[in-house]
């Protein structure tokens, strides 16, 4: 864990900007590690991500900085930014239901030093009982709480109490097979990543290996997304592909798409530890 | 061009059916150059290509071939089968519009050696002028036919006429942007091969690169599939993807979809000039 | 578990193969589900692989089937071939020493219905303690076998026994980083699976990642092979490979790297569980 | 053709550097269209990439930017830097020998306003007469020089008789199968592309298809590099591989290479022209 601050911003575009915001960390001794910017041409709106060390940096109370970077720039050129610290821990709370794939995957590199996830996960959530022994050998608890028909509100309401209490920052469904209310999503804004088994916007939807089977692809992908009122449509951060044939089943497709579903699923979450994504206009700007 | 006969046979699954063609094969002096056999367990269908050196079959006539097959076998197991003879050279014409990089690459390839395509392409048919000089200086006829609104009809009894008088068997969609009549592609039943810049079924219709800048993906990517009455619905013969980022803009995306296009159409077509392809159920067994 | 048996053949080439095997399968009840052949014209070598339904096949006493095979068929044509059940479940020994992630990856897939994995994994031998707690809460036992400098024969000597004690079929080193004797090897010939971290030929030896970052290639990647007498020098079963920038570290290297070793040790080993790996001229044929 | 300026600087890593050079720029009216920037932490250096317009740029003699940005940023820092014109058009030299599919790709991807290549081909340099038809309908010319045993010296002179001539910006060797000299290329530091059709650094030298087949590699590559006087040793631009299987002959190989080959010299081509490669070490910065 560095003792660094990631500065993400975007704002409509103008000449200076760059000049700006680095000549402000610079002047408060912030020693920038690492940058990158990018200009939507099409819409006229830059996006910035900056990083810097914090060591000889002026402003030594983290809450003055966001404040301050607001007085002197911000409000000047009508940004949207967000200001984090890279030795906070980030609670994530996973969701899941049968499939334990990527559920494990993420838990192990979790526990991976070599991965470098910088995370905590205070819970794991599931509508089935079925995974608990595959999380508890981990030290994590598991809560169960089942979704019946027409009573979804009120297992929200329970999975909510838990979210606060253990102060979750942010929500992974690992292959979670439930759509949540608009309530719960609104609460966690681009802080849900999902992971649909497809790549989307094909096969949209519940059973996509089933469709890519009937369809006859010859390439079938996961991606990995942010969660929002539609269904499959949030901004997209990751995705991947395995080429298949028509010698591969349904099961096949299955067996071959979790490899790819672990791999986007531990991509997005690790692009959304290290600060690396913005969204804007349902899209996502990655700085990777 | 080697003197070799292939034999492209799907029917229902049954014991004994390899051991069958290869000893009506093998008895008749026909050496297996090489075998491929694919069971669908899901629909129960066997599927299979084999091929043979002439030199010393014992059917000479090539047309007898056909018929003594399905007497000796076909007729016994409900066999849909082809014969093909690998020393005859089809005869392949390419439509086109504005944009020339598949029909160049498909000229290019025709003519290159080493492709080892075994070809002809006797005409270019286009719905504009403006492609004449790039095929002309390679000795191919170019065919300017107008598709004027509501007169599809009459541009297509030209066509017709042109791919009739040139022996035409089969026909390749070189980013051709009309959309043609069901009756015109009875005429040629998977053997229009069609190449649509998109990853299929994501982004079907006219403007799929803006599609797909607009929904954001990750992943762009180009399906060649043989024409059917159901638009880019047919059964697909090959895909192929390209990673893009944030940073492409829809022309960065067409230009790069573009290297992506070249290699799914030359795949289609080698694939379907090598009797490669087997469909079923509006889905291609592939054997590469 | 299917009832099927497989016969993986090869010899060199000649007329009339296919049509031998099939019908000898096919006259004695069984049925073939499924068969894939290769002729390589370099080499003038025939390969074939072929999995058939025992339920009705009229040899009942498996060890009788390759003695038979043998008679009517193998002694002609010079075959050299293997006859597997596949309700057999192989044992498979994995060694490992430092690193985690290969070794997860083999135990979750293992234990993972999906995967449909046919293998037992008796035991981990490892040459570090630090794996036990990885391994352990499995109820897959662990065993340290130290190898000091000098005394490799002793530790191997101590490997061996273990691995006869548990009438072991396979071993599959998992990044373990010692080099074993030619004796060892010569046990277990194209029966042990290695991870080498890099795209062979490129980057022989004990740092591919490290030489890899030296030489600045772009893409990196993973090698699945036999293990033979010459190091990473053995037949390869599988490769992928994963694409980097300047960007990454060495220790980026290492991290993106383990997805792509996970992948392919995966790939190696179900690839030999399926019997579908022929070994030949130090290469293989892969009937996947 | 755009009126942007693009500085390319790396020297060693220090705080303030972004502020400064961005200062630069923008105190003199210089729109930043884009920045990159890479801090190597492995061996302490910075580089930066930086677009401006020059519309409303102060410095309106193009000479004078780099003499004044050198007194002003670049001796404090010891600074190597260069800067390049975006409108200037550059003039690239094409070496081929016998294979025409790189030449040709990059023959329609200068002349394809959709690829946006700003460059010109003044000449295309061979040691063979074969290619000329390949070359002049383009109107381009072809220059036979033939490179005899033991006068190689001769030829080089004519050779850069003809570079100088046609003040030749950059080479890009497309299959050019002649060792030139360590003097040739020191006349061209940085400036010579070439396409090496293996996944360096395996199968280096001349007939890497070949190795590769006799390796039995599962994944086949294509390397562009800078051509520096170590063979095959230059700083790697991009890479690319194709999946290839026990199927394929050397024949298909070399097939299926040209495809990877032809991708990777347009891609390293057009990372050159559009002044997105660092050079430092023997390894590249790509900003792209």
């Known amino acids: 864990m560095k003792n660094n601050a990631v500065l993400l911003i975007h704002c409509p575009d103008q000449s200076g900007l760059v000049a700006e915001v680095t000549r402000f960390l610079h002047e408060r001794g912030g020693n ?26 002026e402003i030594e109370e983290k809450e003055k ?22 030795d906070y821990k980030p609670r994530m709370a996973v969701f899941a239901t049968k499939a334990s794939h ?12 070599s991965e470098n ?18 999380v508890e050998p981990f ?13 979804k509100e009120e297992a929200e309401k329970k999975q909510i109490e838990l979210l606060k209490k253990h102060d979750i920052d942010f929500i992974v469904f690992a292959r979670y097979m439930q759509i949540v209310s608009d309530d719960f999503i609104a609460r966690y804004p681009n802080r849900i990543i ?9 096969f949209i939807g519940p059973k ?24 499959d449509a949030g901004p997209i951060i990751f995705q991947d592909v ?6 591969d089943s349904v099961k096949d497709l299955i067996r071959k798409g979790r490899q790819v579903e672990k791999i986007v699923i531990s991509e997005a979450i690790r692009l959304h530890l290290d600060r690396k994504i913005l969204v804007c206009n349902n899209k996502t700007v990655i700085f990777d």
Not at 78 to 86: G, L, P
Not at 194 to 202: E, Q, R
Request: aromatic share 14%; net charge neutral; proline share 4%.
């Open 32 to 57: 920038i590690i690492r940058l990158d910017e990018h200009v939507d041409q099409h819409i006229g709106r830059f996006f910035m991500r900056v990083e810097w060390q914090l060591d000889d940096f």
């Open 65 to 86: 900085i966001k404040k301050i970077f607001y007085d002197r720039i911000g409000h000047k050129y009508d940004m949207e930014y967000e200001v984090h610290f890279m």
């Open 102 to 113: 990527c559920l494990y995957e993420i838990i192990y590199r979790t526990q991976s030093p």
């Open 117 to 134: 996830w910088n995370v905590d996960i205070p819970l794991v959530i599931s509508n089935r009982e079925s995974l608990r022994d595959n």
């Open 139 to 151: 030290g994590i608890p598991y809560h169960f709480i089942k979704v019946e028909k027409g009573k």
């Open 194 to 202: 999902n992971i649909h088994h497809s790549f989307l916007p094909a």
């Open 208 to 231: 996509p290996y089933h469709s890519a089977y009937e369809r006859g692809v010859k390439i079938i992908g996961a991606t990995g997304h942010y969660v929002t009122n539609e269904l």
């Open 242 to 247: 395995h080429r298949i044939s028509h010698k």
